[in-house]
């Protein structure tokens, strides 16, 4: 069994900054996906950010500029740079990973509240 790890979460004004990392158990090396996922109250659960096949990455519009994916191969960790924070980018923010011939994994999720 994968486990993802995620932490990082936390309370932040708008405008401020927070940075979220996934250990995984799993070599992220061999994975082709990795991102990042959010899911606010009473809204379906979307894309973020994520490395796709080749290495290219892939933002959802409403992040795009502000919010940044990173990889550390080395320690199996994916981070989420997030800038410039807004209201509605409150959410839980899950980590995914899926390997080839073993499906995908979700963490169990980070509160993100921004809020003045």
């Known amino acids: 069994q994968v486990q993802l790890v995620e932490s990082g979460g936390g309370l932040v004004q708008p405008g401020g900054s927070l940075r979220l990392s996934c250990v995984a158990s799993?070599?992220?090396?061999?994975?082709?996906?990795v991102g990042w996922y959010r899911q606010a109250p009473g809204k379906q659960r979307e894309l973020v950010a994520a490395?796709?096949?080749?290495?290219?990455?892939n933002y959802a519009d409403s992040v795009k500029g502000r919010f940044s994916i990173s990889r550390d191969n080395a320690k199996n960790t994916v981070y989420l740079q997030m800038n410039s924070l807004k209201f509605e980018d409150t959410a839980v923010y899950y980590c995914?990973?899926?390997?080839?011939?073993?499906?995908?994994?979700w963490g169990q999720g980070t509160q993100v509240t921004v809020s003045s």
């Open positions: 995914y990973a899926r390997w080839p011939g073993r499906g995908g994994y």
């Open positions: 799993k070599s992220i090396f061999s994975a082709n996906a």
């Open positions: 490395f796709t096949g080749a290495g290219s990455t």
